[in-house]
């Protein structure tokens, strides 16, 4: 498989934001959002840059956008029409860029441990690394006022720096200070250098301070002021410094005296790392929570006049996207905001597989869209605390009905609708032959993260560390039949019967035989990494399994369904919270972006588990000291019977060769291919012939 491409479905507003006229950019994720506010009380959205990594941090030069795209480096932008921004140029740094400032040819970028980095962007097309400065800490923010360039470098103070040969960077001097823990950005402005960050000034702890840099070569201590949170993000404006302190708010602060620094006005709510200031303007990244995550929404302040400073506009953004549901050329996408009240769902046309259009969306009242199924011409979606009901028609979605029930997976067979949840009443049977008026026909005290249905009977899993099996053969009667002891959290669930893989959230991927439904058994466990489970997807003899950020998708043959083989990983831009696939076309949800994974020559098939013109009896079956396989084969060619453990192994070949049609029998001696007794217990039998295959169970006692 191969990563193909990502589409920036939603964002998440954090660091880097730069204005050219009224087109604003925002750092979005893993991407860049392009707005147009010349009303700014209703921001538009034009257009969205995917990036590999995160963006750290934004800067523009004329028409061309550079941005700070994590550990792939610097990428380049021709903004000139900014509904289609074109990638023109870009340049892979040695370490993390974090901070980017432009002076005439010259691109200064605040590398992380890897110092400072001074790029000639006189061809933004060719874009040409000419010298560095390693600085001792970490280059986290730049600023450059003539020839010396003032670098924050975090644990290790302000680095000063002589750069009037760019390929050969000097240093000059060094503002450090036992007291001092941290700097985060700098303003240099005349001879005073404008910190954040923390210093220690007894009594109290400053959050923001000044340094003296006319001598650049021994800065000292001017003042400081507190807030009371961590000050990042900083813009200085006439004669007031706006410092964003988290959840602390936005403090503006009078910086006319340096000696006599004090807040003019203060906004609450929490604020994130970096603003953006104008003449009129300041636009944050608003939201987040106090457990620090991105912000969910820009918020725009008329800050005309200081004292008085009032929201003029909003522009909310859904960071998380959670369910992904392909069906030949529609692709149903569920996003939400961990923090919201709204989930949407978007409908694309992906005829074009990369190059997918939205055709339509609507937006869903509740938190999370953990959960999408389609039935034609139904789309059900499960959000927060309901279960809503669309209809699909004419390349648009209409909402018909809500049920109140949590969902963490559904299903649809027939006419009948199965919801699992974490509530009481966990999973739950509904008539929805009409869908404007669904009708609960029964429950079950049985909790729900993921389900499989097979024939008539659903197979449930929890962080309980249980399967549980329901006959749903009568959806007003449902019938807990049994349940089976795991040993882990389960997380997710899919079926290839007689086999179900459970995807478990620490390190396993079991296999499950549901032969005999009311007797399951586990007969293989694969070690997989920690958290990487989070969803899997069996298409053909192939398992996907996706998870956290550094794992991405992981392709497994399962051929032979009883020994998993992982053949393949892709690494995606995020985490993955849901798979999908259509052809050899792999839908990932990425948490931030909706991501295409190509798999290259597929032999797409219908699964046969009960292969048509061929299958097998096994008779005495339990059986002591011999039984009979009779094969019933509708052809003449090549095919294998073997006989397999519990744990997967091999233990016995009993034909393997040309056959012709007609019912061939082959007898077993309960020995292995060594002629050695084997144990007493459960065997399985396996049957293949060209892709047909065909595993029953076999039990051998004594």
Request: with cysteine; glycine share 8%.
């Amino acid at each position: 498989c191969e990563y193909q491409c990502s589409w920036m479905i939603s964002g998440s507003y954090y660091y880097g934001k730069v204005i050219k006229d009224s087109v604003l950019f925002v750092q979005s994720g893993y991407g860049v959002d392009i707005f147009n506010i010349a009303d700014p009380t209703e921001p538009q959205l034009l257009s969205r840059i995917m990036t590999t990594g995160w963006s750290y941090d934004l800067a523009i030069a004329g028409n061309h956008l550079y941005i700070c795209d994590d550990y792939a480096g610097i990428v380049v932008h021709d903004v000139t029409d900014p509904i289609l921004p074109v990638e023109i140029g870009r340049i892979d740094t040695p370490g993390l860029t974090s901070g980017i400032f432009i002076k005439d040819s010259i691109c200064y970028v605040a590398d992380d441990w890897e110092g400072l980095r001074l790029i000639d962007i006189r061809d933004p097309a060719q874009l040409v690394e000419i010298g560095y400065y390693n600085t001792p800490g970490r280059a986290i923010w730049v600023d450059v006022v003539d020839t010396i360039a003032y670098v924050s470098d975090y644990w290790n103070g302000l680095m000063i720096l002589n750069v009037r040969d760019p390929t050969n960077p000097q240093f000059i001097g060094q503002w450090d200070d036992p007291n001092l823990a941290y700097i985060w950005a700098v303003d240099v402005i005349d001879s005073l250098a404008y910190l954040s960050g923390l210093h220690l000034v007894a009594p109290q702890f400053m959050n923001f301070f000044i340094v003296n840099v006319s001598h650049p070569e021994t800065p000292h201590f001017v003042s400081g002021i507190a807030s009371s949170n961590d000050a990042q993000g900083f813009m200085i404006h006439d004669s007031l410094a706006y410092i964003c302190a988290y959840n602390a708010g936005v403090r503006v602060v009078s910086i006319a005296d340096p000696l006599n620094m004090y807040v003019v006005n203060s906004l609450a709510g929490f604020h994130n790392a970096k603003l953006l200031v104008t003449d009129t303007l300041l636009i944050t990244a608003y939201g987040g929570g106090i457990s620090g995550l991105p912000g969910h929404c820009l918020r725009i302040y008329d800050i005309s006049n200081p004292d008085s400073i009032f929201r003029i506009g909003d522009y909310p953004v859904t960071p998380e996207v959670w369910e992904v549901y392909a069906d030949n050329d529609k692709l149903f996408v569920s996003t939400a905001h961990a923090f919201g009240e709204h989930v949407q769902i978007m409908l694309f046309d992906c005829t074009l597989p990369d190059s997918i259009a939205l055709t339509d969306s609507l937006w869903l009242i509740g938190r999370h869209g953990h959960c999408l199924f389609y039935d034609s011409p139904f789309l059900f979606a499960g959000h927060g605390g309901f279960l809503s009901i669309l209809r699909y028609a004419n390349d648009s979605l209409e909402y018909l009905s809500s049920i109140s029930t949590t969902a963490n997976e559904i299903a649809v067979n027939n006419n009948y609708l199965f919801i699992g949840g974490f509530n009481a009443f966990g999973f739950r049977a509904y008539d929805i032959a009409d869908p404007w008026n669904p009708q609960i026909t029964d429950s079950l005290q049985v909790r729900c993260w993921d389900m499989a249905l097979v024939d008539t009977f659903a197979y449930l899993i929890y962080d309980d560390k249980y399967l549980y099996v329901v006959n749903i053969a009568d959806p007003y009667d449902l019938i807990k039949v049994c349940s089976l002891y795991t040993g882990h959290n389960g997380m997710t669930i899919a079926s290839a019967p007689p086999y179900l893989f459970i995807g478990n959230g620490n390190y396993r991927l079991q296999v499950v035989d549901i032969a005999d439904p009311v007797n399951p058994q586990i007969i293989n466990t694969v070690i997989t990494p920690y958290f990487t489970n989070r969803d899997i997807l069996v298409y053909d003899s192939l398992l996907f399994a996706g998870g956290g950020m550094t794992w991405g998708l992981r392709v497994y043959d399962i051929s032979n369904p009883i020994i998993p083989v992982i053949i393949d990983s892709c690494d995606t831009p995020s985490s993955t919270f849901s798979i999908t696939m259509t052809g050899e076309n792999v839908y990932v949800a990425d948490f931030l972006s909706l991501v295409l994974v190509k798999c290259h020559g597929i032999g797409v098939t219908e699964r046969k588990h009960n292969a048509v013109g061929s299958y097998f009896t096994v008779c005495p079956n339990p059986f002591r000291n011999q039984t009979r396989i009779k094969i019933q084969q509708s052809k003449a060619g090549v095919y294998t019977l073997e006989i397999y453990n519990v744990l997967g192994q091999k233990v016995r070949t009993l034909w393997s060769g040309y056959q012709p049609a007609g019912v061939p029998e082959v007898l077993w001696d309960g020995c292995d291919d060594h002629n050695r007794p084997l144990s007493a217990g459960v065997y399985y039998c396996m049957y293949q012939m060209g892709g047909n295959r065909n595993t029953t169970k076999v039990i051998l006692i004594k």
